[in-house]
C-alpha cells in the first residue's frame, strides 16, 4: 500500500496537462506551501512525484547542469545527490525496534526491514549504483540495459538480469535522466511482469513527457526527482537538461546494437542478480518492432 506524504501536495489534476508537440505539458502553477520541508510532492492522476526541495540538492544540480564539469566532478555530484535522492525515497522505509548495547548502557534502535532492490537502468544508472548502496548497504542489485536508437529515439534493451519473481518486493530503479520515457517503460514493463508492484523511479532530471509515460506504465509507481524541467528537444534531450548523462560520467559511447538479438532467459534468484552484466545467465530482451538496421546503427545512451 502506498504511503501519502505530510509535504505539500499539489494536485496537477485540478489542471489538465495540454498536450504541445506530441508530449504533455505540466502546468507551471503552483509555489511550495513551505519552502522549509525538504520536498514537495506533486500528484499526476495516480502517480507521486517527489521534487526534492533542498539547497544543497539545488547546489549539486547546478554542478551537474554546468557544461564546464569535468567527468570527476560530475561524477561526484551525481554521488551526492543520488544519496539525498535515496535518503528522501526511503523516508517510510519498512523497520523494526531493536534493542542494541552502546558501550555506556543499553538503548533502543532501529533497523531496516526488506530492503529495495535496486536496479539501475544502463549505463548511466552506473554512476548512482554505489552511494544507493551506501546508504542501503543490505540491498541487493539487478540491472537493466537500454540503449536508445539515435534516429527513432526508440528504446534497445539489451540486457536484463533481474531476480524472476519481485511480487511483494520494493524495487528503487536509477536513471538519472528521464526524458521520452522509453527506457524507463521497458524497465518498469520487466518488473511489473516479474510481480512488482511497489516500484519507486529516481532521476536527477525529469521532463513532463517521461513522467507521462511513467504514469501510463506504473501509475502506482513513485517518482523522486531533484527537477521537472520544460520538456525535449528535437533531439529527444531535456531542456535544459543537462546534457547526456552516461557521456560525462564516463565518455563518449561504445555501443552499439549489431549483435543478433536473443530472447529474455530467466536471470536468477537472490543474490545471483546481483552479479555485475555480462555474466553467463544474461540475456538480452529486444522489442520486435526494432527493425534489424535499427540494431545495427549506432545507438545512443539511455533516455
Same mark, same amino acid.
Do not use: W
Given at each position: 500500500? *502506498?504511503? *501519502?506524504?505530510?509535504?505539500?501536495?499539489?494536485?496537477?489534476?485540478?489542471?489538465?496537462?495540454?498536450?504541445?508537440?506530441?508530449?504533455?505539458?505540466?502546468?507551471?502553477?503552483?509555489?511550495?506551501?513551505?519552502?522549509?520541508?525538504?520536498?514537495?510532492?506533486?500528484?499526476?492522476?495516480?502517480?507521486?512525484?517527489?521534487?526534492?526541495d533542498h539547497p544543497l540538492a539545488a547546489a549539486r544540480l547546478t554542478v551537474l547542469r554546468d557544461e564546464r564539469t569535468?567527468?570527476?566532478?560530475?561524477?561526484?555530484?551525481?554521488?551526492?545527490?543520488?544519496?539525498?535522492?535515496?535518503?528522501?525515497?526511503?523516508?517510510?522505509?519498512?523497520?523494526?525496534?531493536? *534493542?542494541?548495547?552502546?558501550?555506556?548502557?543499553?538503548?533502543?534502535?532501529t533497523r531496516l526491514v526488506n530492503p529495495p532492490l535496486l536496479v539501475p537502468v544502463l549505463r548511466a544508472g552506473l554512476?548512482?549504483?554505489?552511494?544507493?548502496?551506501?546508504?542501503?548497504?543490505?540491498?541487493?542489485?539487478?540491472?537493466?540495459?537500454?540503449?536508445?536508437?539515435?534516429?527513432?529515439?526508440?528504446?534497445?534493451?539489451?540486457?536484463?538480469?533481474?531476480?524472476?519473481?519481485?511480487?511483494?518486493?520494493?524495487?528503487?530503479?536509477?536513471?538519472?535522466?528521464?526524458?521520452?520515457?522509453?527506457?524507463?517503460?521497458?524497465?518498469?514493463?520487466?518488473?511489473?511482469?516479474?510481480?512488482?508492484?511497489?516500484?519507486?523511479?529516481?532521476?536527477?532530471?525529469?521532463?513532463?513527457?517521461?513522467?507521462?509515460?511513467?504514469?501510463?506504465?506504473?501509475?502506482?509507481? *513513485?517518482?523522486?526527482?531533484?527537477?521537472?524541467?520544460?520538456?525535449?528537444?528535437?533531439?529527444?534531450?531535456?531542456?535544459?537538461?543537462?546534457?547526456?548523462?552516461?557521456?560525462?560520467?564516463?565518455?563518449?559511447?561504445?555501443?552499439?546494437?549489431?549483435?543478433?538479438?536473443?530472447?529474455?532467459?530467466?536471470?536468477?534468484?537472490?543474490?545471483?542478480?546481483?552479479?555485475?552484466?555480462?555474466?553467463?545467465?544474461?540475456?538480452?530482451?529486444?522489442p520486435s518492432s526494432t527493425s534489424p538496421s535499427a540494431r545495427s546503427r549506432k545507438a545512443a545512451p539511455p533516455a
Amino acid at each position: 500500500m *502506498r504511503r *501519502r506524504s505530510a509535504f505539500c501536495d499539489f494536485d496537477f489534476r485540478a489542471t489538465r496537462p495540454e498536450y504541445t508537440n506530441g508530449g504533455k505539458a505540466f502546468p507551471a502553477g503552483g509555489q511550495a506551501c513551505q519552502r522549509g520541508f525538504a520536498r514537495s510532492l506533486y500528484t499526476l492522476d495516480q502517480m507521486d512525484v517527489c521534487v526534492i526541495d533542498h539547497p544543497l540538492a539545488a547546489a549539486r544540480l547546478t554542478v551537474l547542469r554546468d557544461e564546464r564539469t569535468d567527468t570527476a566532478g560530475f561524477r561526484a555530484a551525481l554521488r551526492d545527490l543520488t544519496l539525498m535522492l535515496v535518503y528522501e525515497a526511503s523516508r517510510d522505509a519498512p523497520r523494526k525496534s531493536v *534493542r542494541i548495547r552502546t558501550p555506556v548502557a543499553a538503548a533502543a534502535g532501529t533497523r531496516l526491514v526488506n530492503p529495495p532492490l535496486l536496479v539501475p537502468v544502463l549505463r548511466a544508472g552506473l554512476g548512482m549504483v554505489d552511494p544507493a548502496q551506501a546508504a542501503l548497504p543490505e540491498a541487493e542489485v539487478g540491472f537493466v540495459g537500454v540503449a536508445r536508437d539515435e534516429q527513432t529515439h526508440r528504446p534497445v534493451p539489451y540486457l536484463a538480469a533481474l531476480p524472476d519473481k519481485l511480487a511483494g518486493r520494493s524495487v528503487m530503479v536509477l536513471d538519472p535522466m528521464l526524458a521520452t520515457g522509453g527506457s524507463m517503460a521497458h524497465t518498469l514493463g520487466l518488473l511489473q511482469r516479474r510481480g512488482a508492484t511497489d516500484i519507486t523511479v529516481l532521476c536527477v532530471v525529469a521532463a513532463p513527457e517521461g513522467l507521462a509515460a511513467v504514469g501510463e506504465t506504473a501509475p502506482d509507481a *513513485r517518482v523522486f526527482t531533484a527537477a521537472v524541467d520544460k520538456g525535449l528537444n528535437k533531439a529527444a534531450y531535456i531542456v535544459p537538461g543537462l546534457g547526456d548523462a552516461g557521456d560525462r560520467q564516463f565518455g563518449p559511447n561504445l555501443f552499439t546494437s549489431s549483435a543478433p538479438s536473443r530472447p529474455e532467459a530467466p536471470a536468477g534468484r537472490g543474490r545471483a542478480a546481483a552479479k555485475m552484466p555480462g555474466r553467463r545467465s544474461a540475456r538480452s530482451e529486444s522489442p520486435s518492432s526494432t527493425s534489424p538496421s535499427a540494431r545495427s546503427r549506432k545507438a545512443a545512451p539511455p533516455a
